[in-house]
């Protein structure tokens, strides 16, 4: 079976409907056909101001919501980047391979320094795509789904891959980048121009455990664009394009169906009818979310057997690129 590797960070209290269209689905979906692993990735999480405690409960429900989306933790291995320490064991073998000049190309980097400028800036946001590299490396992974603003860090991984292996020998399968071709890139809904992403002011952001009145009024105040006809034009509309993009991906109708459908009908009808097919999909993902945080004994206990899982791979991993690299082996 294919290897598959993917994670998000635990960076608020909820994932939005670009971590499930862009991802989260296809996780779901790869279960089928591949061996996968996947994890909340909380180390990734601190290159940013956090809060302790905020990060600890923001891991639990980021589980919660990954075993409510359908990960299925009987086929799939589930579990937290910190309780696997080799993921931070291979990151510095590969910040020492990656070269700076590569990774000052991030745009993730200039986006998210932004506020507090490159100076400013924890090194750890600079190195964060090293150690995705060593996140994703680590499983000797075929295939990462991940949204279309993670294309660039994928890019950067299979090149220290290969960099790696050209000089140290075969040791890593070099990744390919799987994105969907629908909801790779969902818009924020107050700033069409900026990705929807749950570390940004919420009033664009549609979060998956938000009440259904709060995400329709969300999308109610969605900045639409002039003219009144219900058609998808990226350059001219970018808002309702984006309506009908989420739309079209949550209900699995056609975009020119849609079009069809809001024929002589305004901005208004669209956004009522897209808030019913936003609730009609969060109301059971926030109910079991919720079930599964009630009890969290049970959810720590697959968090436990899946970190254990995933070291055995990871272990290897580390053992064989220490011994590659010249590391003397412990006595
Ligand atoms: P943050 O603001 O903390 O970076 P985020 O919403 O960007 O949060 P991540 O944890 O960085 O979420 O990413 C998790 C996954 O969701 C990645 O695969 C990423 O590509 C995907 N993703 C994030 N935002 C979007 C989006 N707006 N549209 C499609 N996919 C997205
Ligand atoms: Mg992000």
Request: glycine letters at 6%.
């Amino acid at each position: 079976l294919p290897r598959v590797f993917s994670g998000i960070q635990p960076t608020a209290g909820s994932f939005q409907l670009g971590n499930y269209l862009g991802a989260l689905r296809q996780w779901v979906a790869l279960q089928e056909t591949a061996e996968a692993f996947y994890c909340v990735v909380d180390l990734h999480a601190i290159t940013m101001d956090w809060d302790p405690e905020e990060l600890r409960q923001n891991s639990l429900t980021s589980a919660a919501q990954l075993l409510a989306l359908g990960v299925d933790p009987a086929r799939s291995t589930l579990f937290v980047q910190s309780h696997v320490p080799e993921h931070l064991q291979l990151s510095w073998v590969l910040e020492c391979v990656a070269r700076f000049g590569e990774a000052s190309r991030m745009t993730q980097f200039k986006d998210k320094s932004q506020r507090e400028g490159a100076d400013g800036s924890s090194v750890g946001l600079f190195t964060y795509p090293v150690l995705m590299a060593a996140d994703i490396l680590l499983y000797q992974t075929d295939q990462v789904p991940v949204g279309d603003d993670q294309r660039q860090h994928l890019e950067l991984t299979r090149d220290v891959a290969t960099r790696f292996n050209n000089r140290f020998g075969p040791t890593f399968t070099v990744p390919s980048v799987f994105i969907p071709e629908a909801g790779a890139r969902v818009m924020d809904l107050q700033t069409p121009e900026k990705k929807m992403s749950k570390s940004l002011p919420p009033a664009g952001c549609v979060f998956l455990l938000d009440d259904p009145k709060v995400s329709a009024k969300k999308i109610r105040s969605a900045v639409t664009d002039t003219g009144r006809e219900v058609v998808a034009d990226a350059a001219n509309k970018p808002g309702v394009t984006n309506l009908l993009t989420i739309h079209s991906a949550l209900s699995g109708r056609s975009i020119p169906e849609l079009e069809q459908h809001f024929a002589g009908r305004g901005y208004g009808d669209l956004k009522k009818e897209l808030a019913e097919v936003v609730t009609e999909f969060v109301s059971p993902v926030r109910a079991r979310t919720q079930e599964l945080l009630d009890d969290p004994a049970e959810l720590e206990r697959v968090l436990a057997g899946g970190a254990e899982r995933a070291r055995e791979v990871a272990a290897a991993t580390v053992a064989d690129v220490y011994e590659r690299t010249g590391f003397l082996a412990p006595g």
